[in-house]
């Protein structure tokens, strides 16, 4: 069977990297003035670049100490969309997964966000060259916003979708909704349903017939005439696949 798996933040969870909406989590972080509501935004980018980088960098930049484990691994050859943005996937031997939300260690040139973007490449982010005894004029440097202003088609932005943005193709969407009709199964590992990636499998898997399963120790439940819920972890799920 043609199974596509769309994984969340419970994947990565195993690698010690916590998940975005628990207790320990990144988006119940703010800074000083801003929720991270208020942070994860292109707005905040644009008006505020040396917070927002900051911020960016302080809570972000520490996937890069963490390593694959053992979900990532048994997924490396399977049909795959994951949410998170740790790069994980890739690092575990996975090829042509899509990060439907960008990666943590690449950037992109700053761009009008309707525009035609076959020609936007994503490039590696030179993290190591920020120096962090001044870290908010390093980052504005390496992202190359004079002013604090950053400038369309000059400077750089983090390959990561914020809050305020919207799915385009830098982000594979048209690629995804093809791997999502044409699947025979979906199975979504570690995800809380709350984005709009999962919503619109979801539309598909309901438009199409498509069984889905859902592996989560506490399962939301969804509406849908075909679901299977795994109530265990991701970790739990495939040392039960073998």
């Known amino acids: 069977m043609n199974t596509l ?31 991270p509501m208020e942070m994860a935004t292109r707005a905040m980018y644009q008006n505020n670049p040396s917070e927002f980088l900051s911020w960016y960098y302080q809570r972000f930049v520490v996937y890069r100490n963490h390593g694959p484990n053992e979900v990532h ?10 949410q998170n943005i740790d790069g994980l996937d890739g690092k575990a031997g996975n090829k042509d997964y899509i990060a439907i939300h960008g990666r943590i260690d690449q950037m992109t040139l700053f761009h009008h966000q309707d ?33 604090h202003t950053p400038v369309i088609d000059k400077s750089y932005k983090p390959y990561v979708l914020l809050f305020d943005e919207y799915y385009t193709e830098l ?46 120790p506490t399962p939301v439940q969804l509406f849908h005439p075909d679901v299977i819920y795994h109530r265990m972890t991701a970790l739990e799920y495939i040392q039960q696949k073998g």
Not at 5 to 18: L, M, Q, R
Not at 76 to 81: T, V
């Open 171 to 216: 982000y594979r969407i048209f690629e995804a909704k093809q791997l999502m009709k044409k699947a025979g199964r979906i199975v979504f590992i570690g995800t809380s349903f709350s984005v709009g990636i999962t919503q619109m499998a979801l539309d598909i898997a309901r438009y199409d017939q498509i069984p889905i399963e859902v592996v989560d």
């Open 73 to 82: 691994h048994w997924l490396a050859d399977k049909n795959l969309i994951t």
């Open 115 to 147: 525009e035609m973007v076959e020609d936007v490449q994503v490039i590696d982010a030179p993290w190591h060259k920020v120096d962090e005894t001044c870290l908010q004029q390093s980052l504005l440097e390496l992202f190359k916003i004079d002013n």
């Open 5 to 35: 798996y769309i994984t969340g933040a419970g994947v990565s969870a195993a690698s010690g990297i916590p998940t975005f909406r628990g207790e320990d989590g990144y988006w119940t972080i703010g800074s000083k003035n801003y929720t």
